[in-house]
């Protein structure tokens, strides 16, 4: 007797289990969180953040960021580790005077001390009706123009947003404000 309620105890728990959260990226950059797949609710896919342990800085790379996603790494590395000098090495800094590159630092700083709760991408807003060619023509996907730096402040509850503006030059990604 006890072998079939077993078995039957088993059969009703086993199709119960737990759902996959998909991490996505909604049109107008902000993260949506949802149990279906991302294409599904009209957003993309989105990876979440790599974990890593206490003290763990993860590789050093030389050069400079050539994809978006390095980029996205170095900036979530240098806020995570609280390094300033890191966060700037992503910065474009050509053409600025010494004024204006201490505010920059002076931002980075700020930046590198509040913790990270998300780096969103931010795509150019959608236009009207496209032309009857173009509705023909296959879809593009949009370029981001900028990232969104989720933080909280000091006390941790208090958020905080930071806009920085996406650059491509010498075949790399670069931010600024």
Do not use: K
Not at 2 to 7: Q, V
Not at 41 to 46: I, N, T
Not at 87 to 93: P, R, T
Not at 136 to 153: C, F, H, I
Request: charged share 20%; proline share 10%; net charge neutral.
């Amino acid at each position: 007797m006890r072998p079939i309620l077993l078995l039957s105890l088993l059969s009703v728990a086993a199709p119960l289990h737990a759902q996959q959260i998909h991490r996505c990226t909604g049109p107008d950059g902000t993260a949506v969180f949802t149990d279906r797949r991302c294409e599904d609710v009209g957003a993309l896919a989105r990876l979440p953040p790599a974990t890593r342990l206490d003290g763990e800085a993860g590789l050093y790379r030389h050069g400079c960021p050539r994809r978006l996603s390095e980029l996205v790494d170095a900036l979530r590395s240098a806020i995570d580790a609280h390094d300033v000098n890191r966060l700037s090495s992503v910065y474009l800094w050509p053409s600025l005077s010494d004024q204006a590159a201490n505010r920059v630092l002076t931002q980075l700083e700020a930046i590198a001390e509040r913790p990270l709760v998300d780096i969103a991408p931010l795509y150019p807003e959608a236009r009207g009706p496209l032309p009857p060619d173009a509705a023909t023509a296959p879809p593009s996907s949009p370029r981001p123009w900028g990232l969104r730096l989720e933080q909280t402040l000091a006390n941790n509850s208090t958020p905080s947003h930071t806009i920085l503006t996406l650059r491509r030059q010498y075949n790399c990604f670069w931010v600024s404000f």
